[in-house]
């Protein structure tokens, strides 16, 4: 009998028995099944690969677990790639079959307390702390309507705790530039952090929270929990999917109005991406000063635009948007990945309505025509 024909009958025995079964009753009934003809060897690899599909990640468990590692992508049951930070690069991993990786992505699924199915062809969820020790955030697709076989898509979520004194030494920005950013913290300017995805911005904007003075309650809204800055008052409030029923959804708009009510000094916002935009800019423009999100946008001229487009979704027109966002941020800090490397490119200052955002400093130019903005706004 082949190692995944009598994976199949162990998995529909353990299936009947009750909670909290251990080695030696999966060693059991693997003896069973092969009438005591196994080797120790064998032995311990079916043991193995029971766990891992039943508490890890199944043969993706090793490079979740591996140094530096980002992103598990698979696009295939040959077709697996990793991402270290220096790109996507293909593994030797290889699933059996289409079966088996459906298998794996209805199980993580399950995992989020989300529903994948024929009728629900692709789940979005989040298992903290489940696999490799870590957070891992966790979307996989059906096929139909994937055109090329389940599709999964792991992000492992390392708490971004690094202090701007670590990012400093990374090469993310040169020592002049880390007396900049801690100044916008201590001015309390309201600043948003801008990149593309796994640039680093979640890293930088905990790294920001870090300086934010001790005595000052910090209001973090998130999807998932990343932001983990070095802070003794800081408060977490992350949204929630529907249920199977499709009921109890909460969603980031929700929660921006609630933390609204629990007397913060500073709101953050893990990443604006939908309406919750609208009830952020209200709040940093009644009082509520060096709040704080990030946003996805490539280069500084593209923020602007960004927020048009959340704008809209929240029910806010372009003239509106334009007039809040002029007054309720003051600064955006923009931050690239390029062959591996992160890095701070600009700091821009917004101003004007309609918005536009100039230049303060640039990795390539050094000090620009919006330097003195923002020295004048960090001088309060």
């Given at each position: 009998?082949?190692?995944?024909?009598?994976?199949?009958r162990?998995?529909?025995?353990?299936?009947?028995?009750?909670?909290?079964?251990?080695?030696?009753?999966?060693?059991?009934?693997?003896?069973?099944?092969?009438?005591?003809?196994v080797s120790d060897?064998?032995?311990l690899?079916?043991?193995?690969?029971?766990?891992?599909?039943?508490?890890?990640?199944?043969?993706?468990?090793?490079?979740?677990?591996?140094?530096?590692?980002?992103?598990?992508l698979?696009?295939?049951?040959?077709r697996?790639?990793?991402?270290?930070?220096?790109?996507?690069?293909?593994?030797?991993?290889?699933?059996?079959?289409?079966?088996?990786v459906?298998?794996?992505?209805v199980?993580?699924?399950?995992?989020?307390?989300?529903?994948?199915?024929?009728?629900?062809?692709?789940?979005?969820?989040?298992?903290?702390?489940?696999i490799?020790?870590?957070?891992?955030?966790?979307h996989?697709?059906?096929?139909?309507?994937?055109?090329?076989?389940?599709?999964?898509?792991?992000?492992?979520?390392r708490?971004?705790?690094?202090?701007?004194?670590?990012?400093e030494?990374?090469?993310?920005f040169?020592?002049?530039?880390?007396a900049?950013?801690?100044?916008?913290?201590?001015?309390?300017?309201?600043?948003?952090?801008?990149?593309?995805?796994?640039?680093?911005?979640?890293?930088?904007?905990?790294?920001?929270?870090?300086?934010?003075?001790?005595?000052?309650?910090?209001?973090?809204?998130?999807?998932?929990?990343e932001?983990?800055?070095?802070?003794?008052?800081?408060?977490?409030?992350?949204?929630?999917?529907?249920?199977?029923?499709?009921?109890?959804?909460?969603?980031?708009?929700?929660?921006?109005?609630?933390?609204?009510?629990?007397?913060p000094d500073?709101?953050?916002?893990?990443?604006?991406?939908?309406?919750?935009?609208?009830?952020?800019?209200?709040?940093?423009?009644?009082?509520h000063?060096?709040?704080?999100?990030?946003?996805?946008?490539?280069?500084?001229?593209?923020?602007?635009?960004?927020?048009?487009?959340?704008?809209?979704i929240?029910?806010?027109?372009?003239?509106a948007l334009?007039?809040?966002?002029a007054s309720?941020?003051?600064?955006?800090?923009?931050?690239?990945?390029?062959?591996?490397?992160?890095?701070?490119?600009?700091?821009?200052?917004?101003?004007?309505?309609?918005?536009?955002?100039?230049?303060?400093?640039?990795?390539?130019?050094?000090?620009?025509?919006?330097?003195?903005?923002?020295?004048?706004?960090l001088?309060g």
């Open positions: 009998m082949d190692d995944n024909a009598l994976l199949e162990v998995r529909a025995k353990l299936a009947d028995l009750p909670e909290g079964q251990t080695h030696s009753d999966i060693a059991s009934i693997v003896r069973q099944e092969t009438a005591g003809v060897v064998r032995m690899d079916l043991l193995r690969r029971v766990r891992e599909e039943s508490v890890g990640a199944g043969i993706l468990d090793r490079l979740l677990r591996g140094a530096g590692v980002s992103d598990v698979v696009a295939a049951p040959d697996v790639w990793v991402d270290r930070g220096e790109g996507l690069a293909l593994t030797d991993v290889v699933f059996s079959g289409e079966e088996e459906r298998s794996l992505a199980r993580l699924a399950g995992r989020c307390g989300r529903r994948l199915d024929d009728a629900q062809p692709w789940a979005d969820g989040h298992i903290p702390g489940g490799a020790g870590r957070g891992v955030r966790v996989a697709v059906l096929s139909p309507p994937s055109g090329t076989g389940t599709q999964i898509s792991l992000r492992v979520l708490p971004a705790r690094r202090g701007l004194e670590d990012l030494r990374a090469g993310l040169p020592a002049e530039v880390h900049v950013l801690a100044d916008i913290v201590r001015a309390q300017l309201s600043f948003i952090v801008a990149g593309g995805t796994g640039a680093g911005k979640t890293t930088l904007l905990a790294a920001m929270l870090s300086q934010v003075p001790e005595e000052q309650r910090i209001l973090c809204i998130e999807d998932t929990p932001l983990e800055p070095e802070h003794p008052h800081v408060v977490k409030l992350v949204t929630r999917a529907a249920n199977l029923e499709g009921a109890g959804a909460i969603g980031q708009q929700e929660l921006v109005r609630q933390a609204l009510r629990m007397r500073r709101i953050v916002v893990g990443e604006i991406r939908g309406g919750e935009v609208v009830d952020l800019l209200a709040a940093l423009n009644t009082g000063r060096g709040g704080a999100g990030t946003i996805h946008a490539n280069r500084a001229g593209d923020v602007v635009a960004r927020f048009e487009a959340l704008g809209l929240g029910g806010l027109d372009r003239e334009h007039s809040q966002l309720a941020v003051q600064v955006v800090l923009v931050v690239q990945r390029s062959s591996g490397v992160r890095r701070l490119a600009e700091i821009g200052v917004i101003v004007g309505v309609p918005p536009r955002i100039v230049t303060a400093w640039s990795v390539e130019g050094g000090a620009g025509e919006g330097w003195p903005l923002l020295q004048d706004l001088r």
